[in-house]
């Protein structure tokens, strides 16, 4: 594996940088040696390293519950107050609700006297929830209303919104429609367009648009505009055009931006290009308009870190640390996610403890990192404690944090536990995905509840998930080991199949 050598590109020092105040968590226990390449925990892990940080935490899982009963009376307080509201204040109110209402529900209404503002935070929250389809009709009932005047800005958000959700076509559209209207076309609105064409990966149309904006005066592309084409062809791997980008950007003398340096450092970590990433993170340094910050780092930390590199994530750090470059809360939930996986509970408790003792509030990620690698300790005790906690803490378990439970509780053959799990699923508004179903057909074949195990691919469908690969190889690898050598025959050739069928279509 490639490395980063100190005497190769070192950080700046750290004189150039505003000191730290907070002592930096290198006092986490010395590295031990183990090797640099994907290891396989202790199948036996113990994380009893990690009992007085959790004990810690149990203290101040108390103390929440009683700063909860002191913000639910001033929350109950506040709301008495809420209540006591002018007339003129409801009046303007109802007003709004009002035209809302005509909004959501037009039947062939037309209103051309909407009250613009009402009007515009309709549009905004639908962009903002990337709901395009209720977007663009709220957009054309704005462009009915008599105080409508053509505006660039709201145009180029919509057509961004579109790329989002991949409709290159109606992006278009509302592009001629600014022609049409006579707004001004400049290069932020070609480059949301060729935004929109490269997140769907229609990178002749991107290329193309690269070309003429390159060709047209005032709307010349800039680092922006070659910073979102990058990262559109490194999230599908096409690493040739990045190279064509980067050098096209030398001739047209555009340096790339601090963004553009971490989305290469990231995309070449997670593909596992580390000598290409270190060269990009080499230029990066050598760039006195561009030095690292603590997205760079948390770049090359989870690169290093979720390749079980352990060592070389830990002196990345301790150099981006000597720079002047101060973690945040992402920094830690790399740590805890790359020391939990690794097995190393004793270092994992370090983290937690520096975390707590300079109160960098646990996020969602955090408690979804730290459940998942107790889950997989086989510690179910600390494991359902820090589920209890997180949600005194009001943080709302997501899809993650449920495949996480089951998973655990599947690999210690605890199927109440995993109804229990179903009925909390049941009486919340979480979002399931296939990674959910697929550990729930896991956890079913693991206790040899094969029943069951076929219920979940049924009710997977039902719900609109079709089973996928993994679906159907953790199936047959359960039927195999149950000695069910039959069953595994017969869906080894249901997917041989399927396959050949979507071949031949």
């Known amino acids: ?300 930390l989870r690169a290093f870190g979720n390749t079980g590199q352990i060592e070389m994530m830990e002196k990345c750090y301790e150099k981006f640390l000597a720079a002047g470059i101060e973690p945040n809360i992402r920094t830690f939930n790399i740590l805890l996610d790359s020391y939990g996986k690794y097995g190393d509970y004793g270092k994992m408790s370090s983290v937690m403890e520096y975390m707590q003792k300079y109160h960098y509030s646990w996020t969602l990620i955090t408690y979804n990192v730290v459940i998942d690698a107790f889950g997989r300790a086989g510690d179910l005790k600390q494991m359902e404690f820090l589920f209890r906690l997180m949600k005194s803490e009001k943080i709302k378990p997501n899809c993650v944090t449920f495949s996480s439970l089951v998973r655990a509780y599947g690999r210690a053959r605890k199927p109440e536990k995993i109804e229990s799990v179903l009925r909390i699923i049941d009486n919340t508004d979480v979002t399931l995905d296939t990674v959910f179903f697929n550990c729930l057909v896991d956890a079913y074949g693991r206790m040899e509840q094969f029943a069951e195990m076929k219920k979940v691919v049924e009710t997977m469908k039902s719900k609109g998930f079709n089973p996928d690969r993994v679906t159907y190889k953790t199936m047959i690898k359960a039927y195999a080991i149950a000695g069910m050598s039959k069953h595994a025959s017969e869906l080894r050739n249901f997917v041989r199949d399927s396959d050949d069928s979507e071949d031949r279509s």
């Not at 506040?78 to 037009?106: C, F, G, P, Y």
């Not at 005066?217 to 084409?229: A, E, G, K, N």
């Not at 999230?235 to 989305?263: E, H, R």
């Open 1 to 300: 594996m490639a490395s980063i050598q100190g005497h190769t590109f070192p950080l700046p020092p750290a004189h150039n940088h505003q000191p730290t105040h907070k002592p930096k968590p290198g006092s986490l226990p010395t590295t031990r040696s183990k090797p640099t390449s994907s290891p396989d925990p202790d199948p036996n892990p113990n994380p009893s390293s990690s009992s007085i940080t959790i004990s810690k935490i149990q203290k101040r899982y108390e103390l929440s519950v009683n700063k909860n009963k002191e913000k639910e009376t001033k929350e109950r307080k506040e709301e008495t107050n809420t209540k006591i509201a002018s007339q003129k204040a409801i009046s303007v109110i109802l007003r709004r609700e009002a035209t809302k209402a005509v909004i959501e529900n037009r039947k062939g209404i037309s209103s051309k006297r909407l009250l613009p503002r009402t009007v515009l935070e309709s549009l905004h929250d639908r962009i903002t929830a990337l709901r395009w389809d209720s977007a663009l009709k709220i957009f054309e009932l704005l462009r009915e209303q008599l105080w409508y005047r053509p505006n660039s800005g709201i145009y180029i958000k919509l057509i961004v919104m579109l790329g989002k959700c991949k409709k290159p076509q109606k992006a278009q559209e509302l592009f001629q429609a600014m022609i049409d209207e006579g707004c001004v076309i400049n290069h932020e609105v070609y480059t949301a367009l060729l935004s929109a064409y490269s997140r769907s990966c229609q990178f002749d149309e991107a290329f193309s648009l690269l070309e003429y904006m390159k060709n047209t005066p005032d709307c010349r592309p800039d680092v922006f505009t070659y910073s979102i084409l990058i990262k559109s062809c490194l999230q599908v791997s096409a690493f040739d055009k990045v190279s064509m980008l980067l050098s096209d950007m030398v001739s047209q003398g555009i340096k790339p931006s601090t963004v553009t340096y971490n989305t290469l450092i990231d995309s070449y970590g997670k593909a596992g290009k580390f000598a290409e990433m270190e060269s990009v993170l080499a230029e990066m340094l050598l760039n006195r308009h561009c030095e690292p910050d603590v997205w760079t780092m948390n770049s090359t």
